[in-house]
């Protein structure tokens, strides 16, 4: 069983940043793909951004693309999303998880963390 913490969200003006931390318990294997996925209020939960075990595969959303980026520290099993510029449409709550394969569907994804909450105000 994998466990995913995830740090970092909080209240925000729009232009502003943030970064997000996600903490796998040490049962994690580093070679794992990681993702970032969010949920704003009334809507579904969608892809952010992911990230491979060696960080040459990492795609994004196209609406978080130049502004977002993920990155991963394994010897931490730590993953980061870096968030700027940030806009009122990105208020959400942001979720980690893992998955064993590269992918950047949800039902791709086998272990998911409680979620951090994110607003920007405009």
């Known amino acids: 069983q994998v466990q995913l913490v995830e740090s970092g969200g909080g209240l925000v003006q729009a232009g502003g940043s943030l970064r997000l931390s996600c903490a796998a318990s040490?049962?994690?294997?580093?070679?794992?793909?990681m993702g970032w996925f969010r949920q704003a209020p009334g809507k579904g939960r969608e892809f952010v951004a992911a990230i491979n075990w060696s960080g040459g595969w990492t795609p994004y959303a196209d609406s978080v693309k130049g502004r977002f980026t993920i990155s991963r520290d394994n010897a931490k099993n730590t993953v980061f999303l870096q968030m700027n510029s940030l806009k009122p449409e990105d208020t959400a709550v942001y979720y980690c998880?893992?998955?064993?394969?590269?992918?950047?569907?949800?039902?791709?994804?086998?272990?998911w963390g409680q979620g951090t909450q994110v607003t920007v105000s405009s």
């Open positions: 998880a893992a998955a064993r394969l590269p992918g950047t569907g949800l039902q791709e994804y086998d272990y």
């Open positions: 040490r049962r994690a294997d580093s070679t794992y793909t």
